[in-house]
């Protein structure tokens, strides 16, 4: 299953997010991408996946368990189809790593509670907007008791393939549940925006937080602590504007992409791509594979 140390990998998905997180793993030192699967043989995914000279498969969640065992799976495809596939997958050992918002894995976001993708072999990513804006809700949380949180993402249209635009209303509940899970709001409202201007607009996270106590500089502080932790992995990650006033803070974050096959304002699949491979690489860190063959 293991390439020179390194942990096999299998993506179900050659959409924008399939194709960048394949091209992720090719660059990580602890996996090796084995598969990246899509459903239509003659698909753009699947043929650029081969051109940068990833093994292919077109049957869906069946090429996968037939070409498997995998280490660790990459969820790539839609919230509907998330639960079928972890039931075939949770008795081969591979972790599951769900970038839809299914909210069926434990939630996780790596600055924030990171080591559960240690212990856990189902973990959910919940959304981009999620992974951007929790890291600076959770710490601003602990500095007080939020009344009401308001997360507000901008995306460009083309950065938003058809499974994203289908599983907008659970992009909505998912992240609303996760700011929730995280910071102990007892008011949560998640607003998302997908912009055809042209020239494309970075992808923005806007976050307004309501609590008694709020004080400039401990915000801000926190704010920016946590906003180097996300740079450690995702160094595109800038907060625009933080301001404190009144009981209320309203922090603003633009997330640049990286990488040679999405474009720079595609920040919403780098920030959540990235993410999932550096979850996978600290479970396989802590569960190190064997060198054997691929079956």
């Keep these: 299953m293991a390439a020179r140390g390194r942990a096999s990998a299998a993506v179900l998905g050659a959409g924008l997010i399939g194709i960048d997180l394949a091209e992720k793993i090719q660059r990580s030192k602890a996996l090796t991408c084995r598969l990246v699967v899509g459903r239509a043989p003659q698909s753009v995914g699947l043929r650029r996946a081969a051109e940068m000279g990833c093994p292919t498969a077109d049957g869906g969640i069946a090429s996968l368990m037939e070409a498997g065992p995998f280490d660790v799976v990459f969820d790539a495809s839609n919230a509907a189809s998330h639960a079928e596939h972890w039931a075939h997958l949770k008795d081969t050992g591979a972790q599951l790593v769900d970038l839809t918002p299914s ?55 083309a950065s938003a393939g058809r499974a994203t635009r289908l599983n ?70 800038t907060v625009t504007s933080c301001h404190v006033a009144d009981g209320q803070a309203s922090i603003a974050v633009e997330v640049t992409a990286e990488g040679s096959r999405i474009p720079a304002h595609a920040g919403n699949l780098h920030i959540i791509n990235a993410a999932a491979v550096l979850l996978a690489e600290q479970h396989a860190t802590a569960c190190p594979v064997k060198e054997t063959p691929h079956g």
């Design 168 to 237: 907008l209303d659970e992009y909505i509940a998912t992240t609303g549940a996760a700011v929730r899970t995280f910071t102990a709001a007892r008011e949560v409202k998640v607003l998302v925006n997908l912009s055809p201007a042209v020239p494309a607009p970075p992808f923005r996270v806007v976050m307004r937080v309501l609590a008694s106590g709020l004080r400039p500089e401990p915000v801000r502080a926190a704010v920016a602590a946590a906003a180097a932790k996300v740079r450690t992995f995702t160094p595109g990650f």
């Design 103 to 157: 909210r069926v894995g434990a939630m996780v976001v790596p600055t924030v509670n990171g080591g559960a993708a240690r212990v856990h072999r189902h973990i959910n990513l919940i959304t981009c907007g999620g992974q951007a804006a929790i890291p600076l809700l959770h710490t601003i949380a602990q500095h007080c008791t939020p009344t009401y949180i308001e997360v507000v993402s901008t995306g460009a249209s």
